[in-house]
């Protein structure tokens, strides 16, 4: 059951669109109308500078790591996890012209939250919930949370970075063990845009 | 031979003279350079030839280079088939990879239709896996060459992909001819600035040869009427003379606003004293998306250049006398 669901996030992850959806909002440009254009002749049409945008981006995926158990209760070892992952996240992007240059522009910075299950792992059940806060910058993010592990009733701290789609994932569950997994976590997104 | 066994030639620099990986080669060159943006062919389907086109031909020179280095050709053309078809996934679904790629070598579009097209993979996978054929004789020094700038050539095309459309933006736009008589002259009016806090507005006098020489255009009062609001312009008015240098006029009021409320319409009024008889000009603006190239680079004379669709450009001047 727990395979068929996280294959069928995967599935659902590649086929869902990347977009980013140009909002109306406070779309006029940048100029400085009080000063005439230079030179003055011959006559100049100068198109506005583009402010920067705000962004809201929702992000669903899967994940796929591997790494190690160690140093709790529960006998250590070679570990894995996979499962899938939704993800909210309000930022700023540097230039609303996405047509540009960045048809999915990079959010120069952005706060958001993940929603996670580690579905399939070493040695759980069910596998481990989490919630986390996210920081982005650029590529990079970093990400604090919680993890309930609802089949072991332990829970713990994780915490989270991230560069594009790789991913390096440390989970402390008390009274179990710590986690370390790197891997690869696939996403996609649909994005809201609109200017300054 | 093994009948199954990868062709030797296609790790050399010849495969890039054959014509498979050759036609894969010119249809992304001529995809991605000519005919993307031309209107030719629908964008969807130039989108989707240059994918499979790629997809085809990444894997042929990747498993050229690699091939080079490695002995075990078939699994050469295996990962080479595996690698680009992950990257390929890779770009198509995530977004940040697409803007990487986008930044490294051009505008890669994350859109996850384009999966569609990896079966071109197994086209790729087959040819790799093809039975040997004749080889090709790559003793020559020309050939040598030749083929090294097939490798050169393939290369850029990999890298190389058409430039980036240009950004569309919000601007204010005149509803009505380039020139327009004012009593015993002609005046040209069009959008220098427009933005966030107001917007600029050009005007320049356009007598033809030997027509109003004696003719004074002086400018009296200008004014914007936007979402219910008559605006003055800031500049120092009246008295302003119109003369084939251009004026300029900044209305300032808060554009972002009006926008946000829907206001997207206005009335330029000007109003002239042309060798002392009182002469108005009323121009309808619209403030719009702009999309394409930006405004191409002024002219000195007649006009300035508009960023009107070219629908208006063409349409009869509006213009309104004072008896």
């Given at each position: 059951?727990?395979?068929?669901?996280?294959?069928?996030?995967?599935?659902?992850?590649?086929?869902?669109?990347?977009?980013?959806?140009?909002?109306?909002?406070?779309?006029?440009?940048?100029?400085?109308?009080?000063?005439?254009?230079?030179?003055?002749?011959?006559r100049?049409?100068?198109?506005?500078?583009?402010?920067?945008?705000?962004?809201?981006?929702?992000?669903?995926?899967?994940?796929?790591?591997?790494?190690?158990?160690?140093?709790?209760?529960?006998?250590?070892?070679?570990?894995?996890?996979?499962?899938?992952?939704?993800?909210?996240?309000?930022?700023?992007?540097?230039?609303?012209?996405?047509?540009?240059?960045?048809?999915?522009?990079?959010?120069?910075?952005?706060?958001?939250?993940?929603?996670?299950?580690?579905?399939?792992?070493?040695?759980?059940?069910?596998?481990?919930?989490?919630?986390?806060?996210?920081?982005?910058?650029?590529?990079?993010?970093?990400?604090?949370?919680?993890?309930?592990?609802?089949?072991?009733?332990?829970?713990?701290?994780?915490?989270?970075?991230?560069?594009?789609?790789?991913?390096?994932?440390?989970?402390?569950?008390?009274?179990?063990?710590?986690?370390?997994?790197?891997?690869?976590?696939?996403?996609?997104?649909?994005?809201?845009?609109?200017?300054? | 031979?093994?009948?199954?066994?990868?062709?030797?030639?296609?790790?050399?620099?010849?495969?890039?003279?054959?014509?498979?990986?050759?036609?894969?080669?010119?249809?992304?060159?001529?995809?991605?350079?000519?005919?993307?943006?031309?209107?030719?062919?629908?964008?969807?389907?130039?989108?989707?030839?240059?994918?499979?086109?790629?997809?085809?031909?990444?894997?042929?020179?990747?498993?050229?280079?690699?091939?080079?280095?490695?002995?075990?050709?078939?699994?050469?053309?295996?990962?080479?088939?595996?690698?680009?078809?992950?990257?390929?996934?890779?770009?198509?679904?995530?977004?940040?990879?697409?803007?990487?790629?986008?930044?490294?070598?051009?505008?890669?579009?994350?859109?996850?239709?384009?999966?569609?097209?990896?079966?071109?993979?197994?086209?790729?996978?087959?040819?790799?896996?093809?039975?040997?054929?004749?080889?090709?004789?790559?003793?020559?020094?020309?050939?040598?060459?030749?083929?090294?700038?097939?490798?050169?050539?393939?290369?850029?095309?990999?890298?190389?992909?058409?430039?980036?459309?240009?950004?569309?933006?919000?601007?204010?736009?005149i509803?009505a001819g380039a020139v327009h008589r004012a009593g015993c002259g002609r005046v040209t009016v069009w959008?220098?600035?427009?933005?966030?806090?107001?917007?600029?507005v050009g005007i320049a006098r356009v007598d033809g040869a030997g027509e109003g020489a004696s003719c004074r255009l002086v400018l009296?009062?200008?004014?914007?009427?936007?979402?219910?609001?008559?605006?003055?312009?800031?500049?120092?008015?009246?008295?302003?003379p119109v003369e084939s240098r251009s004026g300029?006029?900044?209305?300032?009021?808060?554009?972002?606003?009006?926008?946000?409320?829907?206001?997207?319409?206005?009335?330029l009024?000007l109003e002239l004293s042309a060798s002392?008889e009182r002469a108005v000009v009323r121009l309808?603006?619209?403030?719009?998306?702009?999309?394409?190239?930006?405004?191409?680079?002024?002219?000195p004379n007649p006009g300035p250049?508009f960023?009107?669709?070219?629908?208006?450009?063409?349409a009869d001047p509006w213009v309104e006398q004072a008896?």
């Amino acid at each position: 059951m727990r395979q068929t669901i996280v294959v069928c996030t995967f599935v659902v992850a590649s086929a869902s669109a990347c977009a980013v959806h140009r909002l109306d909002r406070n779309a006029p440009g940048v100029a400085d109308v009080e000063v005439a254009p230079q030179p003055t002749s011959p006559r100049v049409v100068e198109p506005p500078r583009d402010p920067g945008g705000n962004m809201v981006l929702l992000s669903a995926g899967a994940f796929a790591g591997i790494g190690g158990a160690f140093g709790g209760d529960k006998e250590g070892g070679a570990s894995y996890g996979v499962g899938p992952e939704i993800s909210l996240a309000r930022g700023w992007t540097p230039s609303t012209r996405i047509d540009a240059f960045f048809p999915y522009p990079i959010m120069e910075r952005a706060f958001g939250v993940n929603l996670g299950w580690t579905a399939l792992t070493r040695g759980l059940t069910m596998g481990p919930l989490y919630l986390e806060a996210e920081y982005r910058e650029s590529i990079f993010s970093a990400a604090l949370g919680w993890t309930v592990s609802p089949s072991e009733k332990t829970h713990g701290p994780q915490a989270t970075l991230a560069a594009g789609p790789l991913y390096f994932r440390f989970t402390h569950e008390f009274g179990l063990w710590n986690q370390i997994t790197v891997g690869l976590l696939l996403k996609g997104a649909q994005g809201w845009l609109w200017s300054k | 031979m093994h009948p199954r066994a990868p062709r030797p030639e296609l790790f050399g620099p010849a495969v890039f003279a054959r014509p498979a990986p050759l036609a894969a080669l010119l249809v992304l060159v001529v995809n991605d350079h000519v005919l993307k943006g031309a209107g030719v062919l629908p964008g969807w389907l130039t989108g989707k030839l240059s994918d499979v086109a790629g997809l085809f031909f990444f894997p042929v020179l990747l498993a050229h280079l690699a091939g080079r280095f490695a002995a075990q050709r078939r699994r050469v053309a295996q990962l080479s088939v595996l690698c680009t078809g992950l990257v390929f996934a890779l770009l198509k679904v995530w977004p940040a990879a697409a803007a990487i790629a986008s930044r490294l070598w051009g505008v890669v579009v994350c859109d996850s239709s384009d999966l569609l097209t990896l079966p071109a993979l197994v086209a790729a996978y087959l040819y790799l896996r093809r039975p040997a054929a004749p080889r090709v004789d790559v003793a020559g020094a020309r050939t040598r060459w030749f083929h090294r700038g097939a490798v050169l050539a393939a290369g850029w095309a990999s890298l190389a992909t058409s430039p980036a459309p240009r950004p569309p933006f919000v601007a204010w736009q005149i509803q009505a001819g380039a020139v327009h008589r004012a009593g015993c002259g002609r005046v040209t009016v069009w959008i220098a600035k427009s933005g966030k806090s107001g917007v600029g507005v050009g005007i320049a006098r356009v007598d033809g040869a030997g027509e109003g020489a004696s003719c004074r255009l002086v400018l009296e009062r200008a004014t914007l009427e936007v979402a219910g609001q008559r605006i003055e312009t800031s500049a120092q008015l009246p008295g302003l003379p119109v003369e084939s240098r251009s004026g300029y006029l900044p209305f300032l009021f808060d554009n972002e606003a009006a926008w946000n409320a829907g206001d997207r319409a206005a009335v330029l009024l000007l109003e002239l004293s042309a060798s002392g008889e009182r002469a108005v000009v009323r121009l309808p603006l619209l403030q719009a998306w702009q999309r394409g190239e930006p405004p191409a680079p002024p002219t000195p004379n007649p006009g300035p250049v508009f960023i009107v669709p070219q629908g208006d450009a063409g349409a009869d001047p509006w213009v309104e006398q004072a008896p």
